[in-house]
């Protein structure tokens, strides 16, 4: 069985999305289904202050079983499609890769000054649309991306109502030149 492997976005800024952008209220019904690794609700991008418990209809029950909800993360589910686990995996939408946290946040995280890798490149990190709700299909584990856990999240994505759905997993590139 062939398995996709995690993929990731640009940055905002490199695309051109000015960091200082007229926003309305209508972005925080907005409800981006995130299907990668889970996510870390801890992250300063996911702070859910200013907002309300529900979002354009959602309750923090639509998308179950719940685990991690916040009025910024409204739901979180998980799939392994044979049901085993290596000890880097954690069995629920917690992210252990660190992928599902990134794009998450590229998509609708809030605004974290002073952010760096090991002290470089220190700025902004930012999402696209930063008051967005987020629910996590977490279908990518150490092993890759099962395609049989990404059609039953993309299923369920479409059942649960979200407005978006991310996908951020592609095939292994074969070397075209080898050395």
Not at 35 to 61: C, H, M
Not at 78 to 87: E, H, K, W
Not at 117 to 144: E, H, N, Q
Not at 154 to 169: H, Q, T, W, Y
């Amino acid at each position: 069985m062939k398995k996709k492997h995690l993929l990731t976005t640009r940055s905002w800024d490199y695309v051109g999305f000015p960091q200082q952008v007229k926003r309305t209220s209508v972005e925080s019904d907005i409800i981006i289904g995130v299907l990668d690794s889970g996510i870390w609700p801890e992250s300063d991008s996911f702070d859910d202050k200013g907002y309300t418990r529900q979002a354009n209809g959602w309750g923090v029950a639509k998308a179950s079983p719940i685990l991690l909800a916040t009025s910024k993360i409204i739901g979180a589910k998980y799939y392994r499609c044979f049901g085993q686990f290596t000890q880097e995996d954690m069995p629920s939408p917690r992210d252990s890769e660190g992928n599902g946290t990134h794009t998450a946040s590229t998509a609708t995280g809030g605004l974290v000054n002073m952010v760096s890798l090991m002290g470089y490149a220190s700025g902004t990190a930012r999402g696209g649309v930063p008051s967005a709700r987020i629910v996590v299909y977490k279908i990518c584990w150490s092993d890759g991306c099962n395609d049989v856990d990404i059609l039953a999240a993309f299923d369920d994505a479409i059942a649960d109502g979200v407005d978006i759905i991310s996908l951020s997993v592609g095939g292994k590139t074969s070397m075209l030149f080898p050395h």
